[in-house]
């Protein structure tokens, strides 16, 4: 197993590498200058701009150059922060982000796994119904209306919770958290139901039962463990999900995260900027992908890690 | 959100194991049964209808404002029956405009992405060895990459226009149809009816397209149906950035990032296309479900 | 003030800091926390480089120029206590108060008055505000200096003769001087912590400042935090405490976080909701007259743009009132000239598409397309860059759909961020642009001396007549005469239709009971030291 966590975290390398390469090129030749000013910059300004970022040198050379920076975590400057570089901005962004989809994910596997199960185990009865409903409206309805309707309840017409902001208090933590949670809680909900309804129907949690063991005990041993691989498998997707989102609940929270950097990095065209939050969100999914595809080698032995 | 879930694919990839015999027709017949899944292909063709033919009916274009009726409310009987927006458009052609651009961006995007993705995929079963190894490893390599912001990265090259949205789609999401047809192509490669077109001096070309491609669809056919799916709420997704069409074009997906500016003065303008999108989105989620069912004998 | 950058530029919902609960009650022991709505994150707040209008009310607070303004906008004394001009108004002297002080201590001599400037003027800190020490002011040597790298200092005419006074000489005599001597313009240097720190020394851990207001904490897309700076000379008046900006990127959610007690003032309020919000809020609700005007500009580099008769045509075919009363609703006034007429003594020239019928005017916008050689078989098409500003985009939206009804013109809008925009702009590739201005002192000057091409403004325009008549009125010490030459001016410009006027903007906040010593005013400045929380 631990041969095959090395193997795969070597096979990442080269996409981690394709991504850096595909965004370099990609934020070369798109339209817009990398330096954006309020004035026009004369050609002598401009001439002494493209020397100090070394944009007079052959491309191959800049990307070298660039390469070099992220080995030694530069993501070289920001154009539309202009008071900081790309690698400060990360800094201060990142475990904003990190904070808000780890609770996420985790809310989403339990809420997500407790209505599954409830649901295959009463199939068509009124958990399972709301389960459906409730997964029907976390995939159907987007996130950004969600958040505002939300806004709007609890923010003002409640006033249970702030409407938006990031102060380090929990109460202002709670809205984004569910928001970006329940694509999650939808799609795992509707995984764990399927999956175990399937699972109480393998002839070995027939055989359980027929030999009389407690059903409780069947229902948690044997059947949750068979149940749990597809859900294992999907924290892979789950991770990217959750990263996508996070976009979007910075965007109408107003948190400080990476995920707003990289809209507005994007839509003023600060190309360092783009890249970097990309290569960074590029390498927690890729991670993920190892760690889910290692756990389910732990969880369940019949997969093989040739 | 964006991603399908991965336990769909791989529950229908294993099912695909077993070849196509199959044919379509019984498919069909078993998807029929399925009353919520026929309705929801029922509703998701009237709305396709409504959307497509609709503006056809009406006295006006979509762009013709009318100054003297800025924010009418509802009023079934009057010439603009779910009343006007803030500059004077109609709304109800608004929104069935827009709709255009949805569906049309979301089928025919998954048509495309479905396309190359079967012919890359069964290309590579198919021919198998360096090919075969060379074709998986760049479609690995492209899987690790966080697919939103691939799109994002190319919408950024390719502008702002309802083309360019189509196509950032497109490039991102052919990976997994490639990988669901080329398992099939791997199975089917061996088998005797390929072997026999084979002495009957077919080119390779032609048994690609002639019989591993039809013989992949039925498993493409179930992931499509969530692709269209995927595709629609990922425009959304861009056009709540900023990135998706521009004005006075419009998608479901801009109009409901407008409406949500207007929650607490004129909710109109967020239910309408909501409605719209949602309903598009249940429907193709009843329909994905009553596909897989079909297309999988051992579920009943 | 080039371009407002962005006033609730948004696009997306809002942003963040702070709970509702510390701004419901505070306490009388605690210290008094004020809370304003800033709209989007700024985009920098180097003192020397900041072109933005919103940059500027940090920069009020941290800064103080040789003036400063009072609650109504009034120039009162600032750094200097007093000043005097020469009687042929070309040489201006500041007397510095006496015992001045920097944030650390430093003693802050007239020396660091004329190294702001410098700084400003020097090539290689490409400050997009240089011209207004070249151009709108005409400073003795500043274009050279400007012109080219390694240029002397001491050829520009701002000197230090003592650790006291300040001395600023001027090619032409320039009546609105004061209104350009406040912190915007001429934030003093601390030289020590900008030569160690370089472009990081307006990090709130490196920072030396001299207003009213030091920071004490910056965080991007969130909050900037200022603290009450005991070493500023008046700090025994200042009141507010602590001053936290606080990004709210989208007006809906900024509004929504107000009424939910997050917010003492908000940047902006959204343009739609103004009836329902009077009825709502009464006199919490603050519109005024803005010195913004609101304009299409026209790139007469690209065809069929450089043809004026498709530019007459085009602004021929926008009702303005229409869209001011019932698309924009946002308290504007139709506006006939490119400067906004908010001083009386000015004699403005109105364009002729502000008289007459829209049909009237329709049918003579065809008859010009005719002649350009487009019809309905031939129809014009073109795209109109706006920022994503609601206003602004709501604005294009509407003229686009005017001309389609009007002229038969298939428009399209461009709606792109600030920078996007700026960027699309300078890269020449637009051809009808949303724009605007924001003015730096009541009166046509500011406008006008913008569109000099000497200015550089990027309009790609030409003209002579222009620039004599615009040399002529800097000459002119007597208000009535430089008017009526500025007016000359403004006339060779509006008949050029390099530009199409629309508007004049109001500023929008909303601004709590307990908030004293926010006043309404046209330059809409609003420095906190002036502000009480009740």
Redesign the interface.
């Known amino acids: 197993m631990f041969t095959f966590a090395i193997r795969r975290i070597l096979g990442a390398i080269p996409t981690l590498f394709a991504l850096i390469t595909i965004s370099f090129f990609i934020m070369r030749v798109a339209p817009g200058g990398p330096f954006s000013t309020n004035r026009k910059l004369t050609e002598a300004v401009l001439a002494n701009l493209n020397k100090a970022y070394h944009l007079d040198e052959p491309l191959w050379m800049q990307f070298g150059r660039y390469l070099w920076g992220l080995a030694q975590f530069d993501f070289g400057p920001s154009m539309k922060y202009r008071d900081y570089s790309v690698t400060e901005l990360i800094v201060q962004g990142l475990p904003v982000s990190l904070e808000v989809g780890f609770w996420a994910m985790l809310l989403a596997t339990m809420i997500g796994i407790a209505l599954g199960i409830a649901g295959a185990l009463r199939r068509n009865g009124a958990t399972d119904f709301t389960a459906g409903v409730v997964a029907m409206v976390g995939i159907a309805v987007p996130t950004f209306v969600i958040g505002p309707l939300l806004q709007t309840l609890f923010g003002l017409q409640l006033g249970w919770l702030p409407v938006a902001g990031w102060d380090g208090s929990w109460l202002a933590k709670i809205q984004p958290i569910l928001v970006l949670a329940l694509p999650n809680i939808a799609y795992i909900s509707r995984l764990t139901r399927g999956s175990m309804i399937e699972s109480l129907r393998t002839n070995y949690v027939r055989t359980a039962r027929a030999k009389g063991i407690g059903a409780q005990r069947v229902i948690w041993k044997h059947a949750l463990t068979g149940a749990m691989l597809p859900v294992i498998a999907y924290l892979g997707p789950a991770t990217a999900i959750t990263v996508t989102g996070s976009v979007v609940i910075e965007q109408i929270y107003g948190i400080p995260g990476i995920g707003r950097y990289f809209v507005e990095g994007a839509s003023n065209r600060d190309y360092p900027l783009v890249m970097g939050v990309t290569i960074l969100y590029g390498g927690i999914v890729i991670l993920a992908n190892i760690v889910t595809d290692v756990l389910r080698g732990v969880i369940d032995p019949k997969v093989s890690y040739e | 959100?964006?991603?399908?879930?991965?336990?769909t694919i791989?529950?229908t990839l294993e099912r695909a194991e077993q070849p196509g015999l199959s044919p379509i027709r019984a498919s069909w017949r078993r998807f029929c049964r399925n009353r919520l899944a026929l309705g929801s292909l029922v509703i998701l063709g009237l709305i396709a209808l409504l959307c497509f033919a609709g503006p056809l009916f009406f006295p006006y274009g979509v762009?013709?404002?009318d100054?003297e009726n800025?924010s009418a409310p509802v009023n079934l009987f009057s010439a603009h029956p779910f009343g006007t927006d803030?500059?004077?458009?109609d709304l109800l052609l608004r929104v069935l405009d827009g709709g255009r651009v949805s569906l049309a961006v979301g089928f025919v995007g998954a048509l495309a992405a479905v396309f190359i993705g079967v012919i890359y995929g069964a290309t590579s079963g198919y021919v198998g060895g360096l090919l075969d190894n060379v074709l998986m490893?760049t479609v690995?390599?492209?899987?690790?990459?966080?697919?939103?912001?691939?799109v994002?990265?190319?919408n950024?090259?390719v502008?702002?226009t309802t083309a360019g949205l189509f196509v950032s789609i497109v490039v991102v999401l052919w990976l997994t149809p490639a990988v669901i047809a080329r398992g099939q192509a791997v199975s089917l490669r061996h088998r005797e009816f390929v072997d026999a077109a084979r002495a009957g001096g077919m080119t390779e070309w032609q048994i690609i397209l002639q019989h591993i491609v039809p013989n992949s669809l039925n498993v493409v056919i179930v992931y499509s149906s969530l692709l269209v799916l995927e595709v629609i709420?990922t425009e959304?997704?861009l056009s709540?950035?900023?990135?998706g069409v521009?004005?006075?074009?419009s998608s479901w997906?801009s109009l409901?990032?407008a409406g949500?500016?207007?929650?607490?003065?004129d909710l109109r303008l967020?239910l309408l296309p909501?409605g719209f999108?949602?309903a598009t989105?249940?429907c193709l989620?009843f329909v994905a479900d009553g596909l897989r069912d079909a297309f999988d004998p051992n579920e009943r | 003030m080039r371009h407002l950058s962005a006033r609730g530029l948004g696009k997306s919902l809002l942003s963040a800091a702070i709970v509702a609960a510390t701004l419901a009650i505070s306490p009388a022991s605690a210290e008094v926390v004020l809370n304003r709505g800033f709209g989007a994150s700024p985009d920098t707040l180097d003192p020397h480089i900041n072109f933005g209008a919103r940059e500027g009310w940090i920069q009020d607070d941290m800064y103080e120029g040789f003036v400063a303004y009072d609650t109504k906008g009034n120039i009162v004394p600032g750094a200097a206590e007093k000043w005097e001009v020469s009687d042929d108004g070309l040489t201006w002297t500041f007397h510095l108060r006496d015992g001045l002080k920097w944030s650390n201590g430093d003693p802050l001599v007239a020396q660091d008055f004329v190294n702001a400037v410098i700084r400003q003027l020097e090539p290689k800190t490409a400050s997009p505000r240089a011209y207004y020490f070249y151009s709108t002011m005409q400073i003795v040597g500043a274009a050279d200096f400007n012109a080219k790298e390694g240029g002397d200092p001491t050829t520009v005419g701002v000197t230090a003769p003592d650790d006291r006074t300040v001395v600023i000489k001027l090619i032409n005599p320039f009546p609105n001087m004061l209104y350009l001597m406040g912190s915007y313009y001429v934030p003093p240097l601390h030289k020590p912590s900008f030569d160690k720190f370089g472009g990081d020394f307006i990090k709130p851990e490196n920072i030396v400042n001299n207003g009213a207001y030091k920071m004490s904490e910056m965080v991007p897309q969130s909050h900037v935090t200022l603290v009450k700076n005991e070493n500023y000379w008046g700090a025994a008046d200042v009141k507010i405490d602590k001053v936290v900006y606080v990004v709210t990127e989208d007006d809906q959610t900024e509004l929504k976080r107000y009424k939910a007690d997050e917010l003492h003032t908000t940047n902006e309020v959204p343009s739609d909701q103004l009836d329902a919000l009077k009825g709502e809020l009464g006199d919490q609700l603050r519109i005024t007259t803005y010195v913004e005007s609101q304009y299409l500009s026209f790139n007469i580099t690209k065809a069929p743009f450089d043809n004026i008769k498709v530019r007459q045509a085009i602004a021929l075919g926008i009702d303005r009132q229409v869209l001011q009363d019932k698309i924009l609703k946002a308290g504007y006034q139709v506006n006939c000239g490119y400067s906004p007429p908010n001083d009386p003594r000015y004699p403005q020239p109105q364009v002729p598409e502000c008289s007459g019928t829209q049909a009237e005017r329709s049918e003579k916008g065809k008859a010009l397309l005719a002649e350009a050689g487009f019809g309905p078989d031939n129809p014009l098409t073109l795209t109109i860059d706006t920022t994503t500003d609601n206003t602004a985009k709501k604005q294009s939206e509407g003229i686009a759909l005017m001309l389609k009804q009007n002229l038969g013109v298939n428009a399209k809008v461009n709606a792109q961020e600030f920078q996007a925009w700026m960027d699309t702009f300078y890269a020449g590739s637009w051809e009808v642009l949303n724009d605007n201005l924001v003015g730096d002192m009541p009166g046509p000057e500011s406008h006008l001396s913008y569109m000099r091409p000497s200015a550089e403004s990027g309009y790609s325009w030409k003209s002579d007549e222009y620039e004599s008549l615009m040399d002529q009125a800097a000459a002119e010490a007597d208000i009535a005469k430089r008017y009526a030459t500025l007016a000359a001016a403004e006339k060779v410009l509006l008949d050029y239709y390099l530009v199409t006027p629309l508007n004049v903007t109001t500023s929008r906040h909303l601004v709590k009971p307990s908030v004293k010593g926010w006043d309404d005013n046209m330059l809409d400045v609003h420095p906190t030291k002036l502000i009480t929380l009740e």
């Open positions: 959100m964006s991603d399908v879930p991965a336990g791989e529950a762009e013709d404002a100054f800025i803030d500059f004077g458009r490893r690995d390599v492209l899987y690790g990459i966080p697919y939103f912001f691939l994002v990265l190319i950024l090259l502008g702002r709420i959304s997704f709540f950035l900023g990135l521009q004005a006075p074009a997906g409901i990032d949500a500016r207007s929650i607490e003065t967020l909501g999108l949602v989105l249940f989620n």
